[in-house]
């Protein structure tokens, strides 16, 4: 079952230069309890999308100029900001982001902001209700012995030591590994049914990045969550996603159940990013030519000046879906087979 | 395979503590260990890679070679001198042999200069060069970089990560150096970027016969590029030998699951691999015997109590464990099925 289709969205961001075409006529679905992996560089919209699914867009310079994101069968982009925040924002959809550091306020206990977001979850689960205010919202202190003992079961979840004293630390007292730890369960204490991961390993030691990944992993299946994990590196990608979808400048590419992605990459594009990864066989190559700007980006396919596989088509036209194999899917006009 | 003559760094028990003063009075308390006795050597046109957790003193290490801190014990020798505990000038004319090319080179250009006068700052300092040969200079670095003429009116917001690290090497090589450190070379780039990195730090070690010290928790990295291999923990060094035998049959229980731990397509998944528990200890207060115990998988009494130091296993292979020899494959298996 899926709980996330997203069709033919196109992002803009507008800037001086013009409109940057972030996110073009991008199809993709994740399924219920499903860690599909968007894997990509820098710049090639894999944040945009994030960002769009949470509606989090900034507003000045971010533009949904067409398709439709349909969470659990409603449209979000057809909600208003009011109903986004009471239901989806934070609730149905939470963000694990990229550094835990600077997404912690510095001047709160963790206790707090982990009592601020199981608050929030009641008081708007009440406005459902008939609109009052909880009554028992004014005992929802930090202190309050209920409260206390969620934080504190959250925390011993994700393998906190002594969680009845880490609560009342501030966060530059933890461990990078703990801080991030800590974003888990405060991301997965709502109980969302999609939980966006923003690179939540990248500022991690690979061991710490391990244990992290490997506590990811179990506590999203035991919750039945769907994970939509951003990441750049195929490694941590390859460990713990069911599904990985790439992407480049803006565009899909390739889309394909884990096994099925690193056994027969089909597109030029991945296949280059694979040849890439430091392998110790031997010397490493390298993807010819750099990323193209998205104002104005090449026409057809974004990566045809870069593919050593590229046919007069590909200049023209953007290349069809293809399902190659059970649930692989590739747009290329001349993938490998 | 190497002479000693083609020695070209060498530490010998080098030291570096860290003061903790107490809040009140500042009187001393305690010391951070941040180096504790290390020893190695590196070879001319070598490329020594120093792995280990954030923390674990690399940092702190390749400072006191450069000679920005100075070791509280120990030597520091580069090309037969002692460089270590030497005047600040001297040092300031050594470190145009020795160059630290820092983790972000975004942050470490000044972003009010262009790319020319930030090429041209270390010729000023440290040569006499007249302005033409200062400009042929430039030029042929920045083309040795991989970049072009027009870049040169162009300030560093500019241009991208991978063009910024360009840019950090274009301005060290300007000096001529031997022995470059490099911290974290590609932490934060795009696998495709940091596989043209790579490639040019390959080319340019031949073309400028190069020696490099690479710091980096990256271990896929080290493997492809480093001839030697250094693991340290929590200020030590456990495990040190050449890259080949250190990744194809490391013998500390640490080494061990820090290769286990490199996210890598086609490795064993999940359950099959071994993760490390717990966070490393404290600087501050380092247990008695083997610092890595409270997380070591094979711990025994004797850890506990005894300080491991480093024993030679093989040739060019040394380990600082106690039990290096009951973990061969058969314990790690078990150990593996039981997890």
């Known amino acids: ?337 | 395979m190497f002479r000693v003559d083609d020695l070209i760094l060498s530490l010998d028990n080098v030291k570096k503590y860290f003061p903790i003063k107490s809040r009140f009075l500042k009187r001393r308390i305690g010391w951070i260990k941040a180096v504790d006795g290390i020893s190695f050597n590196v070879f001319r046109e070598g490329v020594m890679g120093l792995v280990g957790e954030s923390g674990c003193g690399k940092t702190t290490l390749a400072k006191t070679i450069m000679g920005m801190h100075q070791p509280d014990e120990g030597k520091v020798i580069f090309k037969q001198g002692v460089i270590s505990k030497i005047h600040p000038e001297e040092a300031r004319k050594l470190r145009r042999q020795i160059q630290y090319v820092y983790q972000d080179s975004g942050a470490s250009l000044d972003p009010w200069w262009t790319i020319e006068r930030l090429l041209r700052e270390p010729l000023v300092i440290h040569t006499h060069l007249s302005d033409s040969e200062m400009d042929e200079k430039v030029l042929a670095i920045l083309e040795a970089v991989g970049m072009s003429e027009e870049h040169l009116n162009c300030y560093p917001h500019e241009f991208s990560g991978g063009q910024l690290r360009r840019l950090g090497l274009a301005r060290i090589l300007t000096l001529n150096p031997e022995l470059i450190i490099f911290d974290e070379p590609t932490a934060g780039l795009d696998v495709s970027v940091q596989a043209k990195i790579l490639e040019l730090l390959e080319n340019l070690k031949e073309a400028f016969r190069l020696t490099y010290i690479i710091i980096s928790h990256n271990l896929s990295l080290i493997r492809i590029i480093c001839h030697h291999t250094a693991v340290m923990y929590l200020g030590k060094i456990v495990e040190i030998g050449t890259t080949q035998r250190i990744f194809e049959d490391p013998k500390h229980p640490y080494t061990r699951i820090l290769i286990d731990s490199i996210p890598e397509p086609g490795r064993d998944r999940g359950n099959q691999r071994l993760l490390l528990q717990g966070e490393p200890p404290s600087l501050e207060n380092i247990p008695p015997g083997c610092r890595f115990q409270n997380r070591c998988p094979f711990r025994k009494e004797r850890c506990e109590k005894e300080e491991p130091f480093l024993k030679e296993v093989a040739q060019d292979h040394m380990v600082s464990c106690h039990q290096w020899i009951q973990h061969q494959n058969q314990a790690w298996q078990t150990l593996r099925l039981v997890r």
Do not use: W
Not at chain 1, 24 to 35: A, L, P, R
Not at chain 1, 229 to 247: E, K, N
Not at chain 1, 275 to 284: F, R
């Open chain 1, 1 to 337: 079952m899926r709980i996330l289709d997203i069709e033919g969205l196109t992002v803009f961001y507008h800037t001086d230069q013009g409109a940057v075409e972030a996110l073009d006529e991008v199809n993709f679905s994740i399924g219920k309890g499903e860690i599909v992996g968007l894997v990509g560089e820098s710049g090639c919209g894999k944040s945009t999308m994030g960002k769009t699914i949470a509606r989090v867009l900034p507003e000045s310079t971010g533009e949904i100029v067409s398709g439709s994101i349909s969470f659990q069968g409603e449209d979000l982009l057809k909600l208003s900001e009011k109903e986004i925040n009471r239901r989806v924002r934070g609730r149905a959809i939470t963000i694990i982001p990229q550094d835990p550091f600077v997404s912690f306020n510095p001047v709160f206990t963790i206790g707090t902001q982990f009592s601020d977001i199981l608050k929030y979850k009641l008081v708007a689960g009440n406005r459902k209700n008939g609109g009052r205010k909880n009554p028992l919202q004014k005992l929802m202190h930090p202190s309050s012995k209920e409260l206390k003992k969620q934080i504190i079961q959250m925390l011993n979840r994700v393998q906190i030591p002594s969680p009845e004293k880490q609560m009342y630390k501030y966060p530059h007292e933890l461990s990078g590994g703990q801080r991030q730890r800590v974003m888990i369960a405060m991301a997965l204490a709502p109980q969302p049914s999609l939980v966006i991961a923003d690179e939540p390993t990248t500022a991690l030691d690979v061991t710490i990045g391990a244990q992290v990944l490997e506590l990811l992993k179990d506590l999203t299946k035991q919750f039945q969550t769907s994970v939509l994990f951003i990441t750049h590196d195929l490694g941590v990608a390859y460990d713990i996603c069911d599904r990985i979808t790439v992407m480049y400048a803006g565009q899909i590419m390739e889309s394909a159940p884990t096994d099925s992605f690193f056994k027969n990459p089909c597109h030029p594009y991945t296949r280059g990013l694979l040849d890439s990864l430091p392998n110790p066989q031997g010397k490493i190559q390298t993807i010819q030519g750099d990323i193209p700007s998205l104002i104005n980006p090449p026409k057809g396919c974004r990566f045809h000046p870069r593919c050593p596989r590229r046919v007069d088509e590909c200049t023209e036209q953007r290349p069809e879906l293809k399902e190659l194999f059970a649930n692989h899917i590739v747009h290329c006009f001349k993938p490998f087979l």
